[in-house]
């Protein structure tokens, strides 16, 4: 267990800290990333949905900024595990034929704008931080 030192009521006292290391700390870890992935790319689908019915046309775009928002919020690899979802996802809701996973050219060639989506968000999101002079992980 690490510690840190809290200071109230001009007094010190000792907090314990879950050690980062520990196998519950990684599971939890795990556990609030597939959150995030979820919590970005189900909303997604709802949105991408509703305007596919108001315009005609899904808003495919918007899993880019999706797969964006999970890789600069908890890193590439989570980020690479969301680019599979919403590949999925597109392929499953929103890629005639509906309702069933095809996994065909058209895709592949989705998937690979995503994921190129991801990687230039990354980039900018470590040339921010850098630029600010915060440490990058």
């Known amino acids: 267990m690490s510690s840190d030192r809290c200071h109230r009521n001009n007094e010190y006292r000792r907090i314990d800290l879950p050690d980062p290391t520990s196998p519950?700390?990684?599971?939890l870890n795990r556990r609030n990333a597939a959150k995030t992935i979820v919590a970005w790319i189900l909303p997604t689908s709802a949105i991408v949905a509703i305007i596919e019915v108001v315009v005609g046309v899904p808003p495919l775009i918007l899993f880019v900024l999706a797969i964006g928002g999970v890789t600069t919020s908890i890193g590439p690899w989570w980020g690479l595990l969301s680019l599979f979802?919403?590949?999925l996802a597109t392929d499953f809701f929103f890629v005639h034929p509906t309702l069933?996973?095809?996994?065909?050219q058209t895709v592949m060639n989705l998937g690979l704008k995503y994921f190129f989506g991801g990687v230039v968000a990354y980039c900018v999101y470590r040339y921010t931080?850098?630029?600010?002079g915060l440490n990058t992980v």
Do not use: I, M, Y
């Not at 931080?129 to 600010?132: E, H, Q």
């Open 24 to 27: 519950r700390a990684a599971r």
């Open 85 to 87: 979802a919403a590949t």
């Open 100 to 104: 069933t996973l095809s996994l065909d």
């Open 129 to 132: 931080r850098r630029a600010s």
